[in-house]
């Protein structure tokens, strides 16, 4: 069995920065919505977009929101586990044929990290967009769960259409025929 050498050096670090950047996006955002808007304060910018300043002490779509507290330090540890496994993995892809791959774990790593900064700084995390149509609405995000999403989506990417074409790749081919 072949060790691969793990290690954040070289190209891999880059996706850290990818990460940092995440980071830097959703706490400028936030601290914008926080010093600029009230709670609840809603501002129309298209008839189906509006910011909104909402607090969110649950995971996504307020999954466990009226929980007495205990919640905050369960999703803020999960986040860090989460956050150390990820950085674990991308320190362990090769360095050429994964960039999706990369990519998606780079902004899941930066959104956790990002809605773990709020935990620690307000007990909840910041919301602030959302998507209504007449009375129905999306639950509230912001730019880590966009970014956890997207890296999601991208992780499935790599792993369900990008593994079959690097695993045909990999296959022998037979040739029919002939002595």
Known sequence: MEMRNVSLAGRNLWWLLVSVFVIFVDQVTKFAVVENMEYLQRIPLLSMLALQRLHNPGAAFSFLADASGWQNWLFMIVALVVSVVIMWWLASLPRSGRRVL???LALVLGGAIGNVI???LYGYVVDFILLHYQSWSY???NMADSAI???VVLI?????????RRAKKKAPRHHAGGA
């Open 102 to 104: 990369a990519l998606g």
């Open 118 to 120: 709020d935990r620690v």
């Open 139 to 141: 639950p509230a995000f």
């Open 149 to 151: 999403t997207g890296g």
């Open 156 to 164: 499935l990417y790599d792993g369900v259409i990008l593994e079959r």
